[in-house]
């Protein structure tokens, strides 16, 4: 069996990531995961804190930490986080441990080795105020592109264009906000990229066919017509890993570069002989997910880093980013009241309903709209209505109505039914469609709900005339059809799934096996509501 790899973009160590950030990479990777994994697939799921980079050195010095101690209780409270979201990482590491180090480091002496390591003059700006080199991220001022006066020294958050920090017009300090910048010659490494664009098109042109989403390409491609560019890969600062090379030992490597590497090194941080095993093996699916602003990283820079040191490791098969969820058309980030961070999410609403919630709303091909109107809407009308509520009245009216119950299938043209819903169900998360692969569950429970309103079996149940063998198959198949539900629903709402599935006799994760089973239900106990409603009381809470 094929071994598959996961990542989702590693979330920066400065701050606990708020719900936009979970929905375009770590949450659409766990389902996918728990997908994998409920098929029996070999599959590891690797993510970590992205511990360097200058964000995180200036809040440890606001903090008078060090930078460091600053991460590393970061990275604590971001994993305890996630385990309330039930994300259910192979590893979650840091990029700032050893065996990133030495994985780094082996990477840049090969890249080094095979010619692909310049040395590059460059302007690196310099705060006279605060009298310290800046990174690129630090300079903020107008695009020269779109002339958005909000970009940053490295990228343009309005058009989505890698900037260089001299092209910025009007450039400021952001930390001190003065502009008493100069540019001084530093002398950098830079990745050559331009030696390797021919193998880095190539790259694009074969694996883009696995499913990447059409903006990950033409993006990608019209980069790549554009001509790619040296690209700085070292910085004047302190809190990194140092430059492995004589001539630049006091930088470090910039955080891009050992960020991305970090897929590697944390999978070595978990394990190192695994590591290679996964990340070595030829036939290994690399799947990555991201938001839509860390395309070109994996894409270009990544692959360029992984083609150039030529040791061995799986390239991206399959780029997975998202477009951005928004509110009133901002994006969902910067957004008052709903720029949630995870703490802060979990503690108004049970996880479940914001996974639901989120992947019935995760901006797939496009920006989707996010307001709490709508959160409440999908709660209460899908996740509690639709779903909570067939499953709830398929048990009760069945505990009623024991005698009815003998071997619980799906029968007839309920069979047929519901397995053209489950085979869409798996044929959209193989297209990597997540949204439509949830939309295919709630269109499952949306048919058991028909059936129910349609054919009315507690009138059937009175009435002498009705032939009983007809309306205990209908019965039998609508519990069979709460059990597929509660089966398909794993990898969206984890916490519900297993509960309910408890009453199945379901005691572990759930997998596509199971649906093979004989399913036995205990019809001893009525079980609780899978969901509830939320009202003004929880909205609130948003204020
Ligand atoms: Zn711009
Ligand atoms: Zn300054």
Same mark, same amino acid.
């Given at each position: 069996?094929?071994k598959?790899?996961?990542?989702?973009?590693?979330?920066?160590?400065?701050?606990?990531?708020h719900?936009?950030?979970?929905? /375009?990479?770590?949450?659409?990777?766990?389902?996918?995961?728990?997908?994998?994994?409920?098929?029996?697939?070999?599959? %590891? *799921?690797?993510?970590?804190?992205?511990?360097?980079?200058?964000?995180t050195?200036i809040?440890?010095?606001?903090?008078?930490?060090?930078?460091e101690d *600053?991460?590393?209780e970061?990275?604590?409270?971001?994993?305890?986080?996630?385990?309330?979201?039930?994300?259910?990482?192979?590893?979650?590491?840091?990029t700032?441990?050893?065996?990133?180090?030495e994985t780094?480091?082996?990477?840049?002496?090969?890249?080094?080795?095979?010619?692909?390591?310049?040395?590059?003059?460059?302007?690196?700006?310099y705060?006279?105020?605060?009298?310290?080199?800046?990174?690129?991220?630090?300079i903020?001022?107008?695009?020269?592109?779109?002339?958005?006066?909000?970009?940053?020294g490295d990228?343009?958050?309005?058009c /989505?264009?890698?900037l260089?920090?001299?092209?910025? &017009?009007?450039?400021?300090?952001?930390?001190? /906000?003065?502009?008493? %910048?100069?540019?001084?010659?530093?002398?950098?490494?830079?990745?050559?990229?331009?030696?390797?664009?021919?193998?880095?098109?190539k790259?694009?042109?074969?694996?883009?066919?696995?499913?990447?989403?059409?903006?990950?390409?033409?993006?990608?491609?019209?980069?790549?017509?554009?001509?790619?560019?040296p690209?700085?890969?070292?910085?004047?600062? #302190?809190?990194?890993?140092?430059?492995?090379l004589?001539?630049?030992?006091?930088?470090?490597l910039?955080?891009w570069?050992?960020?991305?590497?970090?897929y590697?090194?944390?999978?070595?941080?978990?394990?190192?002989?695994?590591?290679?095993?996964?990340?070595?093996?030829?036939?290994?699916?690399l799947?990555?997910?991201?938001?839509?602003?860390? %395309?070109?990283?994996?894409?270009?820079?990544?692959?360029? %880093?992984?083609?150039?040191?030529?040791?061995?490791?799986?390239l991206?098969?399959?780029?997975?980013?998202?477009?951005?969820?928004?509110s009133?058309?901002?994006? *969902?980030?910067?957004?008052r009241?709903?720029?949630?961070?995870?703490?802060?999410?979990?503690?108004?609403?049970?996880?479940?309903?914001w996974?639901?919630?989120?992947?019935?709303?995760?901006?797939?091909?496009?920006?989707?709209e996010?307001?709490?109107?709508?959160?409440?809407?999908?709660?209460?009308?899908?996740?509690?209505?639709?779903?909570?509520?067939?499953?709830q009245?398929?048990?009760?009216?069945?505990?009623a109505?024991?005698?009815? &119950?003998?071997?619980?299938?799906l029968?007839g043209?309920?069979?047929?039914?519901?397995?053209?819903?489950?085979?869409?169900?798996?044929?959209y *998360?193989?297209?990597?469609?997540?949204?439509?692969?949830?939309?295919?569950?709630?269109?499952?429970?949306?048919?058991?709900?028909?059936?129910?309103?349609?054919?009315?079996?507690?009138?059937?149940?009175?009435d002498p005339?009705?032939?009983?063998?007809?309306?205990?198959?209908?019965?039998?198949?609508?519990?069979?059809?709460?059990?597929?539900?509660d089966?398909?629903?794993?990898?969206?709402?984890?916490?519900?799934?297993?509960?309910?599935?408890?009453?199945?006799s379901?005691?572990?994760?759930?997998?596509?096996e #199971?649906?093979?089973?004989?399913?036995?239900?205990?019809?001893?106990?009525?079980?609780q509501?899978?969901f509830?409603?939320?009202?003004?009381?929880?909205?609130?809470?948003f204020?």
């Open positions: 069996m094929s598959t790899i996961v990542t989702a973009a590693l979330p920066y160590s400065y701050s606990i990531p719900l936009g950030n979970f929905v /375009g990479s770590v949450l659409p990777a766990d389902v996918y995961f728990k997908y994998l994994k409920m098929g029996g697939e070999d599959a %590891i *799921f690797i993510c970590g804190s992205d511990q360097h980079g200058t964000p050195e809040k440890a010095m606001e903090r008078k930490q060090r930078p *600053f991460a590393n970061m990275h604590d409270k971001t994993k305890s986080a996630f385990d309330k979201f039930d994300c259910s990482f192979t590893y979650y590491g840091k700032n441990s050893e065996q990133n180090r780094v480091y082996k990477i840049f002496q090969a890249l080094h080795k095979n010619g692909y390591i310049g040395e590059t003059q460059s302007l690196q700006p705060c006279n105020f605060d009298k310290r080199f800046l990174v690129d991220r630090f903020e001022g107008t695009c020269p592109h779109c002339k958005s006066d909000k970009a940053r990228q343009c958050d309005n /989505g264009r890698l260089d920090p001299k092209d910025i &017009i009007n450039p400021r300090c952001k930390i001190c /906000g003065k502009s008493d %910048i100069s540019f001084l010659k530093v002398k950098h490494l830079a990745i050559r990229l331009d030696l390797l664009q021919g193998k880095i098109e790259f694009i042109e074969t694996n883009s066919k696995n499913n990447w989403p059409k903006a990950a390409k033409n993006k990608s491609l019209s980069y790549i017509k554009e001509g790619l560019k690209r700085d890969i070292t910085r004047r600062m #302190d809190w990194g890993f140092k430059v492995p004589e001539g630049f030992t006091d930088s470090v910039y955080v570069f050992e960020a991305v590497i970090g590697i090194g944390i999978t070595s941080e978990w394990d190192k002989k695994k590591s290679d095993e996964y990340w070595l093996a030829k036939e290994t699916k799947i990555q997910f991201m938001g839509k602003d860390n %395309i070109e990283f994996h894409t270009l820079m990544w692959p360029g %880093i992984l083609l150039g040191s030529n040791l061995g490791y799986v991206p098969t399959t780029i997975k980013s998202a477009e951005y969820l928004t009133n058309a901002e994006k *969902f980030s910067k957004s009241g709903i720029g949630l961070d995870l703490e802060k999410a979990v503690e108004i609403l049970p996880s479940d309903y996974r639901f919630t989120l992947m019935y709303l995760y901006p797939e091909t496009s920006d989707s996010f307001t709490l109107e709508i959160l409440k809407e999908v709660i209460n009308n899908i996740l509690n209505d639709k779903i909570g509520n067939f499953s009245r398929v048990i009760k009216f069945s505990i109505h024991q005698d009815l &119950i003998g071997k619980i299938e029968h043209e309920y069979k047929e039914k519901v397995e053209a819903i489950k085979d869409s169900y798996s044929k *998360f193989n297209n990597m469609q997540l949204r439509e692969a949830l939309h295919s569950v709630v269109e499952l429970a949306t048919l058991g709900n028909t059936i129910l309103s349609e054919r009315r079996p507690w009138e059937m149940a009175k005339k009705v032939d009983k063998k007809e309306l205990s198959e209908m019965l039998e198949s609508l519990l069979a059809m709460v059990y597929y539900v089966v398909l629903l794993y990898p969206f709402t984890p916490n519900a799934s297993r509960k309910s599935l408890l009453q199945f379901i005691k572990k994760d759930p997998s596509f #199971d649906l093979k089973k004989k399913i036995s239900i205990d019809m001893g106990t009525i079980p509501p899978m509830s409603k939320i009202g003004e009381e929880e909205l609130a809470k204020e």
